[in-house]
């Protein structure tokens, strides 16, 4: 016989009945031999037919039972050959014909039981012969018999042909079980429950939240009685239930029903001792031998039942879960929680234990974790709510546990919900579990951790040796309100810099993981623990501990203090040619110290991303701790960006290398207008804008910001990193402090902060401001930008007239590489119109200035408010003119930096016969003493500078007396500085108008206009025509005071008609005092060549003029009209005040131009006619030519063609 096929579908249908059972669909097969089999394929399950169910069960006086117990560990075990035998009937064909009748058709049934059919049925029974003579309306053409569901015979036919079966009602019922349940409901007076126990449907009482009484349960106990096998019973969360009710019961599925395997009394609060008695009596003498799952939580203990109850499920030879929650185990005393505990887990089998919301101490937590090595199959383990609070800060009871967790062997799952863990707990756990491989699971619902504590779960998370792969953790973003008042709370670890002071209590959990943390990063940056460990103090004798199975073993008490510093940053060299940039020492340290997610790691993380997608509270708090901790590439930030839930992605920047550019921009995709892009620009203008290659510069950051707070860490270890550079190179300390450090002027919120040096510890909210000072300096050999490509870059920058922000930040990206000489820089500086924009630039490139012995150049283009303000930002000896120290000088002596340019002005004087004047010292008692000698010979000895008070003093000295080498012996000792030779025609004196007294500058004018001598800027510095006309006067060669009175009056620049004799007097003693120095009598031609500095300057005036109008007019030939016809607007003469206004506004040139008025009025009118800018032509020389010419360096184009004869040749 061919095989055929049909679904039980039709028949649910065609009679309107289902049963809700994975099998309601199932194929029937008729097989070639002619047997009907039902081709199972769902999971077990107990089927509730509508139809068959009621009438197999009145019909044969038989219940439902399974064939089958459960055994411990899941294995399904055959005990129908131990427990009860059983019996087939074979249906014969006079039961049930086909149509035809030709075809006999069989059917197979199994009852449970221990006699035949014939015990039940008899041959000779009228209901027996009645039922095998039914006949049906239609023919059976498909039947088959449905075993192994519920024991119980089915009948199934073609949905076709089965219209009805008669006589059904009048077939014989039998005092069942479900009778006698009935009988016993209406003696006790209880209302019968339909449960699936009752109705035949399943061996397994689940009676879970039914609201049973006693009653409910003894009647119940009739139907336990009739059935040999029950293998599930679940009664948990009827609280009504006692031990009336429950001691029988327990007695006859305990001592009966051997083969149980799960029982459930949780939260049946009204049990008594009695009940748990019996229960662990009937455990200790060998009943319920297959239970494996055991649920006693919630239920009201007495103290003495806990400790028997404990060891009877230790010792039970299958229990594998087990539910003790809420048993009050803690109420025992120490002792007794310890022991109790320890007979739990004596067995080797538990693999499921629930011991939650029992209140432990230290001393049981211990104990606790120290079981954890004999449980050598345990996968899950409920703690919840089982740590004690205490009122003091000190450690929480399960941290003790905690610390215990690498005892684990199989540990797969822990539940340490609402235990008041803070992020010493969370650390500690981060400690424990980073090689921690069988823990997948963590739930840690409930716990402020705050910000701290989960930054350690999410870097256990991603940790590579660590098995973590699910985090739990709702409800942990607030923190413990006693955590600012705890010690610990400024002793945390922080994995970007490690190094500090640490101060332990070794009897302290969270002290002894942060002390195994400083093994395991010495261990991991492969430094030995004797020299990372330094300044050791302890209260008994230290020694540097051993790892035993991979763990640091650590004393248990004593006190230690030490000094924890890995050298540079590990791995990390610290000479500086390792490192090509600063920027490329900053990549190497984020890739040490950030923590970069496993391969298999980032699966799991950005799940726990996604899972927060629709919580931002959750998805803001992940946010910080990625960008404070992690390494992230560029698919990993894209996957992140796609599934946010807040809009501060751009946070994920700083989880990037600091170079990484495409990494920083990916992380603003999530902007939708552009108006939301720039004002993300503007949010992360410090950290897109920063240059670690020329990291110097004021700071304005705000800590709440995570890009602010990444650029206050860069530049706290690039601080860190030039601090051990200095000392190896064994630089002077220019610091501010004397700390050595390149922070200065550091205010938090306004006021000073003291930052410390050997750990990164910021301020978590307001803002920080501080300036950075690099000691990097540019090499002797180092050449400047050429003069087409820099007067090319003049001329983009000047077209940018309304952006003077975004041309500083395009300045700063690139100032690493843009090497300027002092003219360069005063010509930059000339472009910019404010004087905040000047300083920042100048403090932006300072130190990329290549002959820094000529920076008066550009340091006379500010007045003193300004120069005051570069010295605060840079330091007053580091922008101190070594080479060039002519000028007003006034040091506070309270100030380090102050007190040692004092040491070097009176060793300079010792050197040069130069000439101090108004020397006063303002003592620490306010009293002012003139030191008419100058400053005292002693403080050539720094030590000898007083620590309180000021000076202020004049420096003069002439070019003939200048000690150019000993000068630049100081430029290099004190400022750090590179320098190779130099030779008084290298240097660039210059002087501004503002050290010139007005009488000195008005007879510098007159006395260069009325003499012979050219005004041609490129005929020299020469002064002398000056001297010679004022010396002409009274014909000699060296004056007087009075000579130079009479001289003065004679030429007519003092008219004594029209002046008042005290005030001839006075303007004359003036100049003369500002020439002659100390107590000299006659001003000669050597003390008026200090006028050279200032002629120089005018030249350097005119030049820059002439070099802008070039640039601005594009070198246009006729380029003085157009400059002429820009500033003038059609007016034939240009006053001074009218020709300053012109220049700053309609040229927009923004450098010092008034002694370029003065060489133009040749007529001394105060005025200056239209065509008379001659000289700013004669100025330019060949400057057109050369900047027009080929912007290609000659060594560059000696590279190429060295590259293209290569090619050639190969």
């Known amino acids: 016989m061919a095989a055929h096929e049909f679904h039980l579908e039709d028949f649910w249908q065609s009679y309107k009945c289902r049963p809700t059972t994975s099998w309601a669909s199932t194929p029937v097969v008729c097989t070639s031999s002619g047997k009907w089999d039902l081709q199972f394929r769902g999971k077990r399950a107990t089927p509730k037919p509508q139809f068959f169910g009621s009438w197999t069960s009145s019909l044969f006086g038989v219940r439902p039972s399974s064939r089958a117990a459960t055994a411990p560990g899941g294995a399904r075990k055959d005990f129908s050959s131990t427990i009860r035998s059983q019996t087939s009937m074979k249906w014969s064909s006079s039961f049930l014909l086909d149509g035809g009748g030709e075809s006999p058709m069989s059917m197979w049934a199994d009852f449970p039981g221990l006699g035949t059919v014939s015990d039940r049925f008899s041959p000779e029974d009228d209901d027996f012969q009645a039922l095998q003579s039914m006949e049906v309306s239609s023919c059976f053409n498909w039947c088959c018999y449905l075993r192994e569901v519920v024991n119980s015979p089915m009948l199934l036919a073609d949905p076709s042909k089965f219209d009805k079966l008669e006589g059904l009602e009048e077939l014989p019922v039998m005092d069942s079980p479900l009778e006698q349940y009935l009988h016993a409901c209406s003696k006790l007076g209880t209302r019968p429950r339909p449960l699936p126990f009752v109705t035949g449907h399943s061996p397994n009482l689940h009676a879970a939240g039914h609201s049973l009484t006693d009653q409910d349960l003894l009647s119940l106990l009739t139907l336990a009685r009739q059935v040999d096998l029950i293998e599930e019973v679940d009664l948990s ?9 429950m001691i029988p019961f327990l007695r006859e599925i305990g001592e009966k029903k051997t083969c149980l395997s799960l029982l459930n009394l949780s939260r049946c609060r009204s049990l008594g001792e009695s009940s748990i008695n019996l229960l662990t009596s009937i455990m200790q003498q060998g009943g319920l031998g297959l239970l494996w799952s055991i649920d006693l939580s919630g239920i009201a203990l007495p103290m003495g039942a806990v400790r028997p109850l404990l060891d009877a499920i230790g010792q039970h030879p299958t229990l594998t879960k087990v539910g003790l929650a809420s048993l009050g185990i803690g109420r025992l005393g120490v002792r007794s929680a310890k022991n109790s505990l320890s007979c739990l887990f004596q067995g080797y089998l538990l693999e499921e234990v629930d011991l939650a919301w029992n209140t432990f101490d230290s001393a049981s937590f211990a104990q606790l974790g120290r079981c954890l090595t004999s449980a050598v199959k345990l996968r899950s383990l409920s703690i919840a709510g089982c740590s004690s609070s205490s009122r003091s800060t000190r450690d929480l009871p399960i941290e003790h546990f905690l610390e215990l967790l690498p005892n684990a062997q199989k540990l797969s799952v822990l539940n340490v919900t609402f235990n008041h863990i803070d992020f010493r707990g969370a650390f500690i756990i981060e400690d424990a579990c980073d090689s921690l491989r069988c823990l997948r699971q963590l739930v840690i619902v409930d716990n402020p951790l705050g910000v701290l504590g989960q930054r350690c779960l999410f870097r256990l998370l991603a940790h590579k040796t660590s098995g973590l792969e699910w985090l739990e953790y709702e409800g942990c973003a607030y923190e413990s309100a006693s955590l600012m008042l705890d010690k610990d709370s400024q002793q945390i670890f922080c994995p970007q810099n490690p190094s500090g002071r640490y101060e332990f209590d070794l009897a302290r959990p969270y002290h002894r993981a942060l002390l195994r943390r400083l093994y395991k990063t010495s261990e991991r940056f492969r430094i030995r623990p004797s020299v990372a460990f330094g300044q050791i103090k302890s209260s008994s004798g230290y020694q540097h501990p051993h790892k035993h199975r991979g763990v640091w073993n650590l004393p248990s008490g004593g006190d230690l203090t030490v000094h924890f510093q890995v050298d540079g940053i590990g791995n990390e060299s610290l000479e ?6 600063f920027e490329s020492y900053l990549a190497q340290h984020t890739l040490n110290r950030r923590v970069k997610p496993a391969v298999h790691k980032v699966v799991p993380l950005i799940a726990l991303w996604r899972r927060n997608r629709f919580s931002t509270k959750e998805q803001e708090t992940m946010l910080q701790c990625l960008c404070k901790d992690f390494l992230l590439s560029v698919e990993q930030i894209r996957a992140l960006v796609w599934s946010s839930a807040v809009r501060q992605t751009e946070y994920l920047c700083v989880c990037s290398l600091p170079q990484d550019r495409p990494v920083q921009v990916l992380s603003m995709l999530q902007t939708t207008t552009m108006e939301e892009y720039v004002s993300r620009c503007k949010y992360l203008r410090s950290f897109m804008a920063v240059n670690y290659d020329c990291p110097n510069g004021h700071y304005h950051l705000d800590m709440l910001s995570a890009a602010d707070r990444a650029v206050a860490h860069h530049l706290f270890v690039l601080n860190a990193w030039e601090i051990q550079l200095d000392k190896r190179m064994q630089r002077m300390d220019l610091s501010e402090l004397g700390d050595g450090s390149h922070w200065r002027n550091v205010t938090h919120q306004g006021g000073p902060w003291r930052m410390e040096l050997t750990r990164w510890m910021p301020p978590p909210d307001g803002t920080l401001d501080f300036d950075y000072v690099s000691a990097k300096r540019p090499d002797p050999n180092q050449a400047p930008i050429d003069l087409p490509n820099f ?17 500083f930040l395009a300045l700063r990206r690139c100032a690493h590489r843009l090497f300027l000489t002092s003219v360069q820089l005063r010509e930059l500086l000339c472009t910019c119109k404010l004087v905040d924009t000047k300083l ?3 403090v932006l490139l300072y130190f990329q200035v290549v002959d820094i012995f000529n920076a008066k150049a550009f340091r006379v283009l500010f007045d003193s408010a300004a120069n005051e303000q570069l010295k605060k930002c840079l330091g007053y000896v580091v922008t101190f003119l070594f080479l060039q120290p002519e000028g007003f000088h006034e040091l506070a002596l309270d100030q380090r930096e102050q007190r040692l340019l004092a040491h070097c002005l009176a060793w300079l004087r010792s050197k ?12 620490k008692t306010g009293r002012r003493i003139a030191l008419s ?13 007083p620590s309180r008070g000021a000076v202020s003093l004049t420096y ?43 009488e000195v500058l008005q007879l510098f004018h007159g006395a260069m206009r009325d003499s012979n001598s050219s005004w041609n800027p490129d005929a020299g510095a020469s002064v002398d025509p000056g001297f010679d006309l004022l010396a002409g006067q009274v014909s000699k060669t060296a004056l007087t005071r009075q000579d130079l009175l009479q001289a003065l009056v004679s030429w007519g620049f003092l008219p004594a008609e029209e002046q008042e004799e005290e005030e001839v007097l006075r303007r004359a003693d003036e100049i003369f005092d500002f020439f002659v120095p100390g107590r000299q009598k006659y001003f000669s031609r050597r003390e008026w060549t200090i006028l050279e500095d200032l002629w120089r300057e005018t030249q350097q005036q005119i030049h820059d003029l002439a070099r802008f109008a070039a640039r601005k007019f594009d070198f246009s030939s006729n380029m003085l009209d ?32 008034d002694e370029v008025f003065v060489v133009l009025d040749k007529a001394g009118k105060g005025e200056i006619p239209a065509g008379q800018l001659e000289d700013l032509d004669a100025a330019l020389g060949d400057y057109p030519a050369v900047c027009q010419g080929q912007r290609v360096s000659e060594s560059f184009r000696q590279k190429i063609k060295g590259a293209q004869q290569s090619l050639r040749r190969s």
């Not at 500086?576 to 940039?581: E, L, T, V």
């Not at 040069?912 to 003592?923: A, H």
């Not at 080498?965 to 100081?970: A, I």
């Open 237 to 245: 969360d009827n609280a009504k239930l006692t031990d009336e009710g």
């Open 956 to 998: 003069r000295c002439i070019p003939e007396d200048r000690s150019i080498p000993f000068r630049r012996q100081l430029q290099m000792q004190f400022g750090g500085w590179k320098l190779g030779p130099i030779s008084k025609q290298s240097m660039m004196w210059c002087a501004s108008t503002s050290e010139v007294p007005a």
């Open 791 to 807: 007067a090319r870059m003049l001329q983009l920058l000047a077209s940018f007239e309304e952006a003077p922000l975004a041309k």
């Open 576 to 581: 500086g040619s390792r490192f090509s940039s």
């Open 840 to 842: 920042q630039l100048t």
């Open 933 to 945: 000698k100058g400053l005292p010979k002693a403080w050539e000895n720094l030590e000898k500078v």
């Open 1122 to 1153: 157009k400059l002429w016809s820009c500033i003038s607007t059609g007016e034939e003469r240009l006053d001074s005040a009218s020709w300053l206004q012109a220049i700053k506004e309609k040229l927009d040139f923004h450098g010092p131009v």
């Open 912 to 923: 040069e016969k130069s000439n101090m004047k108004e020397v006063v010292l303002c003592d």
